[in-house]
């Protein structure tokens, strides 16, 4: 778990403004690099060139050179000349192989060379030519060797006040660096986020529009890019200002729907109003011929009958076509005290009439429990779960009925241990017409709207409903604001 999560972590991308910034710092951070190099190897060049002129001074200076008299035996009359650097070494090479080395110490003694310091004296060849060696444990040296008739001679001077000069200014630059890159990082920060604000701000109205409930219902599009925001002339002011033309042509979208809708549910309200007397007439004058009994051959009573029954079917859903017109108008719901006890005990009792051959089991708690509600259409929204239940399961299939309240809210809950709704009629199974067996008889009395009338009833109740189900068991579950009989209001 704990390895996914890292994982996750490194791939999260970068934003805008992060990306933006460590890009700057790079290319900062690239060009004070070069900088510095460039620096420290023209500084080295320059040093030097300024040692091998000294040098070139130093060897004039000594044994042999051309302003100085033929040398008294000795290396310590040279390297005390006046002007020769603390640390000057200085070595005679005789044709027979033998040689001399010292050095000027700082408290202007002369110490001879050992072995392995001047072994590395011994091999210069003796052009002329200043070049760069190693005396032992005496660091690096800048040292020319000359020859002359008594054999060559060898001067060198010390490396390590060049190599301490370019260390320092190292150091120097590191920190001048470091220092810069840490205001330039600062000012970087709020720079980018000073010229980034405007994208924040079409993602604030990008934001807002994306939880404005879009796909029913009268929608209010107002949210528009800020005028600041739509400046063509700036690539953020394109993008805003598309966006507005977006927004403009999706507002043009909606409200044409919300008319088509509105022009939808006046004809479904008012035809369902129409439909109720004839289908009530209709129903009524069925029922009045079968009551002739002898005077009615069986077949014209057995067609009145069905006449009565279709007519019964057509009145029920033409009352669930008008309710659904009625909520969907967004006309507000009685708010009066319902026994929701009471009133699920008695669907439960109708359904175990209705449905014999299943088994119904009832859960609530001793004490009623109320909300706030239209009793006529919570009523419903049981009967409508419960039918489900039943219509829709096979024979000797348990149906419970759980009612129980907690934490300011009620919960009812219809399970069955029937087969389970297929996965792909799951998102479509609160919408209208929908139905879960689109091959069975109109005989199982099923509309598609009794699902679709729950979750409108319950939303209008200013509540939720929840389905779970796989095969073996289907739970749906209406959760609505509890009701305290103390205040008179929601909890």
Same mark, same amino acid.
């Given at each position: ?21 460590? &890009? ?29 002129? &000294?040098?070139?001074? =130093?060897?004039?200076? %000594? ?83 000359? %020859? ?14 060049? $190599? ?187 359904? $175990?009439?209705?449905?014999?051959? $299943? ?13 706030? %509600? ?14 489900? =239940? ?15 309240? *907690? ?15 297929p996965a792909e009629i799951r ?25 679709a009338i729950v979750a409108a ?5 200013? %509540? ?17 604001? *509890? ?7 929601? &909890?």
């Open positions: 778990m704990s390895s996914n999560r890292r994982g996750e972590r490194a791939r999260r991308p970068w934003s805008l403004r992060g990306r933006l910034l460590v &890009q700057v710092l790079g290319l900062l951070a690239l060009v004070s690099l070069v900088v510095g190099v460039v620096t420290e190897f023209a500084l080295r060049d320059f040093l030097l060139d300024q040692l091998d002129s &000294q040098l070139a001074a =130093a060897s004039d200076r %000594g044994p042999g050179g051309p302003d100085r008299l033929p040398p008294p035996p000795g290396l310590g009359f040279y390297l005390r000349v006046p002007g020769q650097p603390v640390g000057t070494v200085a070595a005679r090479l005789l044709p027979g192989g033998l040689s001399e080395a010292a050095r000027l110490a700082p408290d202007t003694s002369i110490d001879p060379l050992e072995r392995e310091q001047r072994e590395p004296l011994e091999r210069l060849p003796a052009d002329g030519r200043p070049r760069t060696v190693t005396l032992g444990d005496l660091g690096d040296y800048r040292a020319v060797a000359t %020859g002359t008739p008594e054999g060559r001679r060898v001067t060198a001077l010390p490396l390590a006040g060049l $190599h301490d000069t370019l260390w320092r200014l190292g150091f120097v630059l590191g920190g001048v660096a470091v220092t810069a890159l840490l205001a330039a990082g600062a000012i970087a920060a709020l720079t980018v986020r000073r010229t980034l604000r405007p994208l924040d701000r079409l993602a604030t109205t990008a934001g807002k529009v994306a939880e404005i409930p879009l796909d029913r219902g009268e929608v209010a599009l107002s949210v528009r890019v800020p005028e600041a925001d739509t400046d063509t002339r700036t690539e953020v002011g394109k993008v805003g200002a598309a966006l507005n033309r977006m927004l403009e042509h999706v507002a043009a979208a909606l409200a044409a729907r919300q008319r088509s809708e509105s022009r939808v549910r006046q004809f479904v309200a008012d035809a369902s109003h129409e439909l109720r007397t004839p289908l009530a007439s209709i129903r009524g004058y069925a029922e009045l011929s079968r009551r002739h009994g002898e005077a009615v051959p069986p077949d014209v009573r057995y067609a009145l009958a069905r006449v009565e029954a279709e007519s019964g079917r057509m009145t029920s859903l033409v009352e669930e076509l008008l309710l659904l017109a009625r909520l969907d108008s967004g006309r507000p719901v009685a708010r009066e005290p319902v026994d929701l006890s009471r009133l699920v005990a008695d669907a439960v009792a109708d359904a $175990h009439v209705a449905g014999p051959e $299943h088994r119904w089991l009832l859960t609530a708690p001793p004490e009623p429990v109320t909300v706030l %509600g239209d009793a006529s259409q919570l009523h419903q929204v049981v009967l409508n779960l419960l039918n489900n =239940a039943r219509t829709h399961t096979p024979a000797g299939t348990t149906v419970r009925t759980i009612l129980a309240a *907690a934490k300011g809210e009620v919960r009812l809950a219809v399970a069955d241990d029937g087969p389970g709704i998102p479509e199974v609160f919408e209208r017409f929908s139905r879960g067996d689109t091959s069975r008889s109109r005989e199982a009395g099923s509309t598609g709207l009794g699902l009833v319950v939303a209008a109740h200013h %509540g939720q409903v929840r389905l779970d189900t796989h095969p073996g068991r289907t739970e749906f579950t209406v959760i609505l604001p *509890a009701h305290s009989s103390r205040t008179g209001s929601p &909890q």
